[in-house]
């Protein structure tokens, strides 16, 4: 009798999740946490892939997973082509993208090439819910200020939509029909703007945008930044590095988990507590940004991720926020849930499935 199992897997740049669904229940999940030493022995993240898969063939057999168990496999979409939101199917074109590192590179690249991998093997489609490329945003909000470079939609797509629905459920109301912010605060910070179901706007998480987040640096003074790489003759893989990996906090402190952080910073660390306060102002001044977007028209203002843990950060942005609307608090994500609610919907004929 098969099990009707859809697996997901979300690989993320220190850590990967996977995990088994079954008629709308969470039936196991797994956290793989990856050393520092363990990545650094890849060059590149499209060879940590052999090595990630070994880790969730583990998981399938401690689950006793076999064949005709499995009705469909899904993986977090990665840096490809802009797209509009939804469920797709994982088709050679998309992976070839998502391998090329052509729009970028991110653990997330990962995900729809591993999802393949086992779809294969068990014999049933893959597909990628949500990428963090889906691109929703109107014309006016692609003009950089610079002729031959336009603004990209990149944000925490799959958590801050979930979010977002899930808030407004709660509120009796219908996400296409509501006004929200989204402050999605992990190790990457990206801040959106929905209106009535599409994201018209955002402050992107990864090509320096905005706030400054643990390990991104978020908006720079370019002319300063210009000059350094010029000065230290920077190539493009390390500018990126600097942007997303080696930015933000862990440039003041050269520590990315935040609660060390915060724990540092309020006993009495004055230079963390700055350090910290700095990224809180920074991220409440995307959603002021995101407020004037949406015309002041806002439902609820949510924040997001694994940072929205935090009292001290929540208090810190809600002081400067709370005048614009309602804000509410979903802290962690919810990516796993809905990478396979995603599915379910095409599976059961809710949605079309699109194509890449
Ligand atoms: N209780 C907490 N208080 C403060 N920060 C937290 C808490 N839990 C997690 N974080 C921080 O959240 C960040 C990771 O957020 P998460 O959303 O899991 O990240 P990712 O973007 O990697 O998915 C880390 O900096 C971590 O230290
Ligand atoms: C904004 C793109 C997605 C992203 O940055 O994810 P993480 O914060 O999980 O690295």
Same mark, same amino acid.
């Given at each position: 009798m098969t099990r009707n199992l859809v697996l997901v897997i979300n690989p993320g740049s220190t850590s990967g999740k996977v995990a088994l669904f079954s008629e709308g229940k969470l039936i196991s999940e797994k956290v793989i946490r990856y050393t520092v030493e363990e990545l650094a022995a890849f060059k590149t993240i499209n060879e940590q892939q052999p090595f990630r898969k070994v880790k969730i063939v583990e998981y399938l057999k401690e689950n006793n997973v076999r064949q005709g168990d499995l009705i469909a496999v899904v993986g977090r979409g990665g840096l490809s082509k802009p797209i509009v939101g939804g469920t797709y199917?994982?088709? #050679?074109?998309?992976l070839? %993208?998502?391998a090329s590192g052509e729009y970028g590179m991110h653990a997330s690249n990962l995900g729809a090439g591993l999802a393949k991998e086992f779809a294969d093997e068990y014999g049933?489609?893959?597909y990628t819910v949500d990428p963090v490329v889906?691109? @929703?945003?109107? %014309?006016v909000a692609r003009l950089s200020g610079l002729a031959g470079i336009e603004r990209r939609s990149v944000f925490h797509t799959l958590n801050s939509k979930a979010a977002a629905r899930a808030v407004l459920a709660e509120h009796h109301q219908v996400y296409e029909e509501s006004n929200v912010i989204v402050?999605?605060? #992990?190790?990457?910070?990206?801040?959106?703007a929905h209106h009535h179901g599409s994201v018209i706007d955002v402050v992107n998480g990864i %090509?320096? @945008?905005g706030a400054y987040s643990p390990e991104r640096t978020g908006g720079l003074p370019l002319v300063m930044f210009a000059k350094k790489i010029i000065d230290e003759r920077l190539d493009m893989e390390q500018v990126k590095k600097i942007l997303a990996g080696d930015g933000?906090?862990?440039?003041?402190?050269?520590?990315? %988990?935040l609660r060390i952080v915060e724990k540092e910073a309020l006993s009495g660390n004055a230079a963390y507590r700055n350090y910290l306060d700095g990224m809180c102002y920074q991220v409440a001044k995307c959603i002021g940004e995101m407020a004037v977007v949406l015309k002041g028209q806002v439902d609820y203002i949510i924040l997001t991720g694994g940072i929205s843990y935090s009292d001290y950060v929540v208090s810190y942005i809600k002081d400067y926020v709370s005048w614009i609307s309602?804000?509410?608090?979903v802290p962690g994500e919810k990516e796993m849930e809905a990478l396979y609610q995603g599915v379910m919907r095409v599976l059961n004929h809710e949605e079309d499935v699109k194509i890449y």
């Open positions: 199917l994982v088709t #050679g074109e998309m070839h %993208d998502l049933v489609n893959a889906v691109d @929703e945003m109107q %014309d402050a999605h605060m #992990g190790g990457g910070v990206s801040v959106s %090509d320096g @945008e933000g906090i862990k440039s003041y402190t050269d520590e990315i %988990d309602e804000v509410e608090i």
